[in-house]
């Protein structure tokens, strides 16, 4: 990866640095996009486009989509007024598809193949959706690796949530089907070479179904890569999520030698014991009812006012 795979834009009004004193490594579902409609609020476009013009990375690192990154981060950052000179870099489908934007627009969009769903259990699930889960979720037309389904914004969290436990149970059944091993939390079934290659990702909106050789320790690496690419190594790192597989970025961060402090927006599920500080809402004084976007938000506007933008 060399600094030609990312839009070219230059301009006098932002900071480029190449020893930032933070970089940002974000999840969206959480904290910066609400579980519960989805799309981004204003205050939080507001601030991210104002640290990315004091010359902090910003860097998304995400099981979403590169389309719906554009949709519902990009377009809203360039309607804000993002500076011409600002690259954001996206890293989608936890590592397999990757692209950086400016306020021209989306760079290529990579992808990489070798980490993707085979295509025929793909449209298999796809059916299985739409005969037997449609009133509950849908199936992700904008995967390019992972195979995902999602509930519908307006069925009622406890309904698909029980409805999401039988849709894994036949999508499982299914990937035995074809011969393929999986996992889901504790729950290993090998294929007949012994060999678990894909998992089973639950989450409060989705199930998400992918190569194990994906994670946001995978969208870590892809993040220093591509900031390396513009000679840019940060002095310090904040990673940003709502569950305990976001974890995976800070650890990877700590191991490689990376200073990382890592933010839980969703605390409630349990804060593990790690090398590095975890921080919650409670550290900006904030009550415990305070979570998902609302910290998200809390946080990015601290961050803002810290680097004094």
Sequence with gaps: MTASDFPASSSPGVRLLSTPPLALLLDVDGPVASPVTRDVQPGIIADMVALASAGIPVIFNTGRSDTFIREQVMEPMIAAGMPAGTVIHAICEKGAVWFSYTAAGPGPIHVDHELAVPKAYGDDVRRLVAEDYSAHMFFDETKRAMVS?????????????????????????????????????????????????????????????????????????????????????????????????????????????????????????????????????????????????????????????????
């Design 149 to 309: 389904v999602e509930q519908h914004i307006e069925v009622p969290s406890a309904d698909y949530l029980a409805e999401q436990q039988l849709f894994d149970s036949d999508a499982m059944d299914l990937m035995g089907r074809h011969g393929m091993g999986v996992v889901r939390l504790d729950h290993h079934v090998p294929n007949s070479d012994d060999v678990v290659d894909y998992r089973f990702d639950p989450t409060i909106i989705s199930t998400d179904i992918e190569s194990v050789r994906l994670g946001k320790d995978l969208g870590a690496s892809r993040a220093v890569e591509m900031l390396a690419a513009q000679s840019i190594t940060p002095q310090a790192w904040r990673t940003m999520g709502d569950s305990r597989t976001d974890y995976a970025m800070a650890d990877w961060l700590h191991h490689n030698d990376h200073p990382v402090k890592h933010v839980d927006v969703r605390p409630a599920d349990g804060v593990p014991v790690k090398p590095y500080d975890v921080l919650t809402a409670r550290d900006l004084g904030l009550g415990s009812h305070v979570i998902h976007d609302d910290a998200g938000a809390a946080f990015l506007r601290s961050w803002r006012e810290a680097v004094g933008n």
